[in-house]
């Protein structure tokens, strides 16, 4: 059974810091690895998507790595801004036979202070 | 091109009733699947369905069930309620193959009382 572990579960950086938060999975097989985005009460915004034959994809400030022997991704937030402030989910999509889901961490809780 | 839309946005329901919930995915999706969100969970995989059928189920009592239509429209249902079952529910859509990209709703806010 696939299990997504996010750590921490919660950062707080005053604004303008460069950031990592860290995504760690048990099984390798998957088709992609999605990071997303969550503000209270909200639905999910998608930031990046890796695909399982990728290493690392980039979207702005954002830049997402996947190494998929090891189980790992992380996401790197450059420059942050109080905008930036949110609940980010890492989520696996399943390679096996009938998987077809999303296998999702508890988040980081992310506060970006002015 | 249109989001996911799901509706209602909040319900409120009483202990032992039945819910169902409305997701419409964009446009030429044809995969729909649904996400119970609580704060001592987390987001948990409900079902999947594609072109009518559902590829795949998580674990839940057989009191959540959902079904697709023929315009890729999804509903999941939740007969006799419980406390427990108060929650945020989400709908994504994908292209169903391919990169199985999902993109996500706003969300239903079920509550239970």
């Known amino acids: 059974k696939q299990e997504v572990t996010q750590i921490p579960a919660a950062l707080s950086v005053p604004e303008g810091e460069n950031l990592v938060l860290n995504c760690s999975f048990t099984d390798s097989a998957i088709y992609n690895l999605q990071w997303f985005r969550q503000d209270p009460g909200k639905g999910l915004t998608s930031l990046l998507l890796i695909q399982s034959s990728q290493r690392e994809q980039t979207s702005g400030r954002l830049n997402a790595s996947l190494d998929k022997s090891s189980g790992r991704s992380t996401l790197y937030i450059a420059a942050s801004q109080p905008g930036d402030s949110a609940t980010y989910l890492c989520?696996?999509?399943?390679?096996?036979?009938?998987?077809?889901?999303?296998?999702f961490g508890k988040g980081t809780k992310l506060s970006v202070i002015p | 091109k249109a989001g996911v839309t799901q509706t209602p946005r909040y319900l409120i329901k009483t202990r032992g009733q039945q819910v169902t919930l409305s997701c419409s995915p964009i446009?030429?999706?044809?995969?729909v699947s649904w996400y119970q969100q609580t704060p001592g969970q987390g987001l948990q995989f409900l079902f999947e369905y594609f072109s009518e059928t559902q590829r795949n189920k998580g674990n839940f009592p057989g009191r959540f069930s959902g079904r697709q239509f023929s315009n890729s429209r999804s509903e999941m249902n939740v007969s006799t309620l419980e406390l427990g079952d108060s929650a945020l529910y989400l709908c994504a859509s994908s292209g169903g193959t391919g990169t199985y990209e999902q993109y996500f709703g706003p969300g239903t806010r079920l509550t239970v009382t």
């Open positions: 989520a696996v999509f399943g390679s096996g036979a009938g998987s077809y889901q999303l296998t």
């Open positions: 446009s030429g999706h044809r995969s």
